[in-house]
T-cell receptor, first 117, second 115 residues
Framework: AQKITQTQPGMFVQEKEAVTLDCTYD???????LFWYKQPSSGEMIFLIY??????QNATEGRYSLNFQKARKSANLVISASQLGDSAMYFC??????????????FGKGTHLIIQP | NAGVTQTPKFRILKIGQSMTLQCTQD?????MYWYRQDPGMGLKLIYY???????DKGEVPNGYNVSRSTTEDFPLRLELAAPSQTSVYFC??????????????FGPGTRLTVL
């Protein structure tokens, strides 16, 4: 079974609208971390936001927030007031275990977000 | 701070050739990683290292080797290049988590084509 599932291969959104990018995960480990990365057409990987499995509050970073529903094993990224510069690939990723990040991340296949003027 | 740097940016190899992808970080991070990204896909872990002298296999290690002689450097070696190794290769590093996120910081990537 896939550990990270992103069901939206592509999305078109009007500028200034809010966007929700879906991510579900699968793990039996009680300790894990969830990450979202942005990859613009230039190719670099840009860290956006992190949610730990024991965090009580949903993570927020500026226009980015993470809608963390632990029982559903979902970690959706919400971008408020989208901008043209938000057009990019977005990847959800998970680190399992309490090893402090040693074991690397498992990535989903990504969602290609296009913001239209 | 340069962060994570990778060289070269682009490379074309012939089948059977070998090469080393270089990765250096100046953030004094203990953990370093190599990933590959095939077209239209997410990243997959090739090898990782938790410190100098210690390396371990990730999800897709076949055809690759790594070494970690210093904290800063984590080169990836391809011994006998095959077309299936055509991909974009990313190096990343992260600090040991101490109550906060163990965020991985990525280099700009190396685009490798094997013909």
């Amino acid at each position: 079974a896939q550990k990270i599932t992103q069901t939206q291969p592509g999305m078109f959104v009007q500028e200034k609208e809010a966007v929700t990018l879906d991510c579900t995960y699968d793990t039996s480990d009680p300790s894990y971390g969830l990450f979202w990365y942005k990859q613009p057409s230039s190719g670099e990987m840009i860290f956006l936001i992190y949610q730990g499995s024991y965090d009580q509050q949903n993570a927020t970073e500026g226009r980015y927030s993470l809608n963390f529903q632990k029982a559903r094993k979902s970690a959706n990224l919400v971008i408020s007031a989208s901008q043209l510069g938000d057009s990019a690939m977005y990847f959800c990723a998970m680190r399992e275990g309490a090893g402090g990040g040693a074991d690397g991340l498992t990535f989903g296949k990504g969602t290609h977000l296009i913001i239209q003027p | 701070n340069a962060g994570v740097t990778q060289t070269p940016k682009f490379r074309i190899l012939k089948i059977g050739q070998s090469m080393t992808l270089q990765c250096t970080q100046d953030m004094n991070h203990n953990y370093m990683y190599w990933y590959r990204q095939d077209p239209g896909m997410g990243l997959k872990l090739i090898y990782y290292s938790v410190g100098a002298g210690i390396t371990d296999k990730g999800e897709v290690p076949n055809g690759y080797n790594v070494s970690r002689s210093t904290t800063e450097d984590f080169p990836l070696r391809l011994e006998l290049a095959a077309p299936s190794q055509t991909s974009v290769y990313f190096c990343a590093s992260s600090p040991i988590a101490s109550g906060g996120p163990d965020t991985q910081y990525f280099g700009p990537g190396t685009r490798l084509t094997v013909l």
